[in-house]
T-cell receptor
């Protein structure tokens, strides 16, 4: 079975502060991990995937197989980063399992 | 390209009724997946279709069914609606089953 845990329902920071959105997973094989983002009144969209090893909108995420984590990080939060963030895992079935999401609020 | 389109955007149904939700994938995308998102939770997988065949099914009762047409569009049907079926139903398409998803805006279903 595959499972994704996002322990924080809400994360509140001030503009310019570092951000770390936590994601832990449970999967026996080699997973493919994603972060999706949903801005207010917009559709869910892919932010980044671990195999791309890219930085999108200043966000990065590193897969740590030892700790089974895929935390999303940004050194300096911006107000426009306020959104719902979902971590997702794809196992052998190619069907993503989503976490419950973390609401990020960036205060001015 | 209009992206993934879903219809209707909002729907109100009475308990016991049935509902059909529709999804048109991005042109060229062969895989369509359906998710249910209840308020305060992440999307829960319902079905995945690829080339008109069911490739995966989540932990949902048999009241939920779906199909994919030759043009790759898809329908999600829910029979004997319950209050607990009230949710946002998301459709996502991908080029192949192992590619990233593009989501539609969803259909907000309210069962009263």
């Amino acid at each position: 079975a595959q499972r994704v845990t996002q322990p924080e329902k809400l994360l509140s920071v001030f503009k310019g502060a570092p951000v770390e959105l936590k994601c832990n997973y449970s999967y026996s094989g080699s997973p493919e991990l994603f972060w999706y983002v949903q801005y207010s009144r917009q559709r869910l969209q892919l932010l980044l995937r671990h195999i791309s090893r890219e930085s999108i909108k200043g966000f990065t995420a590193d897969l740590n197989k030892g700790e089974t984590s895929f935390h999303l990080k940004k050194p300096f939060a911006q107000e426009e980063d306020s959104a719902m963030y979902y971590c997702a895992l794809k196992g052998g079935s190619y069907i993503p399992t989503f976490g419950r999401g973390t609401s990020l609020i960036v205060h001015p | 390209d209009a992206g993934v389109t879903q219809s209707p955007t909002h729907l109100i149904k009475t308990r016991g009724q049935h509902v059909t939700l529709r999804c048109s994938p991005i042109s060229g995308h062969k895989s369509v997946s359906w998710y249910q998102q209840v308020l305060g939770q992440g999307p829960q997988f319902i079905f995945q279709y690829y080339e008109k065949e069911e490739r995966g099914r989540g932990n949902f009762p048999d009241r939920f069914s779906a199909r994919q047409f030759p043009n790759y569009s898809s329908e999600l049907n829910v029979n004997a609606l319950l209050l607990g079926d009230s949710a946002l139903y998301l459709c996502a398409s991908s080029l192949e089953v192992n590619y990233g998803y593009t989501f539609g805006s969803g259909t907000r279903l309210t069962v009263v």
